[in-house]
């Protein structure tokens, strides 16, 4: 496995002079790479290689200012630059938006670089240059990379770590999760995690401040700091949560089944553009998926089509309007949250993908007793069903 760990670094004022002087010289270099590149098609109709620049950047060397580096940190913005126009690329034969790299200003300019092989002194690591960073401890397993971030309220250190998954615990307890507004995640055990909600009224204190002041002066550039230092708190706060919301439920549960929703396509709606971009779905799944990994389990995406017209225990569909909040089946009865239902379909359906196994107190659930011993008669009274055996049950 290979998992990206952050943590906060400790520097000095020294340090934190030399680092930003990097940064500038950083964001410097790619805009020249990036003019190189531009002028380079130009004049020959084609594209210059990241190797070639390599070469370029060899010759700068010579004035002291850039020597005074280590050469591979040095590479990190030309091995971005490159990155970026592989992907400009990518997304252009994909026939997606292109996004064509940019020249960067000197207050948006890069804020981070990379170090390939790291070289550490117990809990430091010394970088040409620059200075000795600090940091709380090595995590285990092997360390590829190194990347050094300034934000606008700390200097964080973040290891790339390629490591062994040791971990034993066998799947067990699938679980569905429906994804909403109203809260974040309603889980198939009736269990509800809490919508996000950013408090704004800083933000917009420090928004009507900033757009009072004056284009160009250093009161205006304080007060840009200002909002970028809320914004990080609140970015803070924010992934913290999402943290303690997939850590309570990887608890009990290391295989789950999610809706596959497509948010570029919801955010559209602008009536709901900010209620569900401040759910972080998308962040909140991707959490879920690498820590079931390292639990020893998986999540898995499922299509969310019907799952809220569909009755999860018989199959019967039938209009569900948004305003109603509750799911009264109209073939077998039960009444239940309209999201639970969905979840619980959700369920179903990652059975049938992943094939987990699944027992009786699995078999449909929220059904009633009964109908839970039906399904297992009618599978020859095996416990240890699998999901491609439950496909009769799910519609």
């Given at each position: 496995m290979i998992r990206t760990i952050t943590q906060t670094a400790k520097v000095g004022k020294p340090v934190h002079i030399r680092l930003d002087a990097f940064l500038r010289q950083q964001t410097e270099?790619?805009?020249?790479?990036?003019?190189?590149?531009?002028?380079?098609?130009?004049?020959?109709?084609?594209?210059?290689?990241?190797?070639?620049?390599?070469k370029s950047l060899t010759k700068i060397r010579k004035d002291p200012e850039f020597s005074q580096y280590h050469a591979q940190t040095q590479r990190s913005a030309l091995r971005r630059i490159d990155e970026a126009f592989q992907a400009f690329f990518r997304r252009v034969k994909a026939g997606e938006k292109p996004g064509y790299p940019r020249l960067k200003s000197r207050h948006?300019?890069?804020?981070?670089?990379?170090?390939?092989?790291?070289?550490?002194?117990?809990?430091?690591?010394?970088?040409?240059?620059?200075?000795?960073?600090?940091?709380?401890?090595?995590?285990?397993?092997?360390?590829?990379?190194?990347?050094?971030?300034?934000?606008?309220?700390?200097?964080?250190?973040?290891?790339?770590?390629?490591?062994?998954?040791?971990?034993?615990?066998?799947?067990?307890?699938?679980i569905g999760v429906d994804l909403g507004l109203k809260d974040?995640?309603?889980?198939?055990?009736?269990?509800?995690?809490?919508?996000?909600?950013?408090?704004?009224?800083?933000?917009?204190?420090?928004?009507?401040?900033?757009?009072?002041?004056?284009?160009?002066?250093?009161?205006?550039?304080?007060?840009v700091m200002a909002l970028r230092r809320e914004w990080e708190r609140v970015r803070i706060i924010e992934h913290d949560e999402l943290h303690r919301a997939t850590s309570e439920i990887m608890k009990s549960h290391?295989?789950?089944?999610?809706?596959?929703?497509?948010?570029?396509?919801?955010?559209?709606?602008?009536?709901?553009?900010?209620?569900?971009?401040?759910?972080?779905?998308?962040?909140?799944?991707?959490m879920l998926a690498y820590k079931a990994e390292s639990a020893g389990g998986e999540v898995v995406r499922v299509a969310p089509h019907n799952t809220s017209t569909d009755c999860s225990v018989c199959g019967h569909r039938q209009k569900m309007p948004l305003h109603k909040r509750r799911f009264d089946c109209?073939?077998?009865?039960?009444?239940l949250d309209r999201d639970v239902n969905a979840s619980r379909n959700i369920l179903k359906q990652g059975?049938?993908?992943?094939?987990?196994?699944?027992?009786?107190?699995?078999?449909?659930?929220?059904?009633?007793?009964?109908?839970?011993?039906?399904?297992?008669?009618?599978?020859?009274?095996?416990?240890?069903?699998?999901?491609?055996?439950?496909?009769?049950?799910?519609?």
């Amino acid at each position: 496995m290979i998992r990206t760990i952050t943590q906060t670094a400790k520097v000095g004022k020294p340090v934190h002079i030399r680092l930003d002087a990097f940064l500038r010289q950083q964001t410097e270099l790619w805009n020249v790479a990036l003019q190189e590149r531009q002028d380079c098609y130009k004049k020959t109709g084609r594209s210059i290689s990241y190797y070639e620049q390599q070469k370029s950047l060899t010759k700068i060397r010579k004035d002291p200012e850039f020597s005074q580096y280590h050469a591979q940190t040095q590479r990190s913005a030309l091995r971005r630059i490159d990155e970026a126009f592989q992907a400009f690329f990518r997304r252009v034969k994909a026939g997606e938006k292109p996004g064509y790299p940019r020249l960067k200003s000197r207050h948006r300019g890069v804020h981070s670089f990379d170090v390939p092989d790291p070289r550490f002194n117990g809990n430091s690591i010394r970088i040409k240059g620059i200075g000795t960073i600090r940091f709380k401890e090595l995590p285990e397993g092997k360390t590829t990379m190194v990347r050094i971030i300034k934000s606008a309220l700390r200097v964080s250190i973040q290891f790339v770590v390629k490591k062994e998954n040791t971990c034993t615990r066998k799947p067990h307890e699938p679980i569905g999760v429906d994804l909403g507004l109203k809260d974040r995640a309603i889980l198939s055990s009736g269990m509800t995690l809490d919508a996000g909600r950013i408090d704004r009224r800083t933000l917009k204190r420090l928004q009507r401040k900033l757009s009072r002041a004056e284009k160009g002066s250093n009161s205006r550039r304080k007060k840009v700091m200002a909002l970028r230092r809320e914004w990080e708190r609140v970015r803070i706060i924010e992934h913290d949560e999402l943290h303690r919301a997939t850590s309570e439920i990887m608890k009990s549960h290391n295989c789950i089944a999610v809706e596959n929703l497509q948010i570029d396509n919801m955010v559209k709606n602008h009536n709901l553009a900010r209620a569900i971009m401040e759910q972080q779905w998308g962040k909140f799944v991707d959490m879920l998926a690498y820590k079931a990994e390292s639990a020893g389990g998986e999540v898995v995406r499922v299509a969310p089509h019907n799952t809220s017209t569909d009755c999860s225990v018989c199959g019967h569909r039938q209009k569900m309007p948004l305003h109603k909040r509750r799911f009264d089946c109209g073939g077998c009865g039960v009444s239940l949250d309209r999201d639970v239902n969905a979840s619980r379909n959700i369920l179903k359906q990652g059975y049938l993908l992943a094939g987990w196994e699944m027992g009786q107190e699995s078999a449909l659930p929220g059904a009633p007793e009964n109908v839970r011993k039906d399904v297992m008669v009618n599978a020859g009274g095996n416990s240890g069903k699998t999901g491609q055996d439950a496909e009769q049950y799910v519609t």
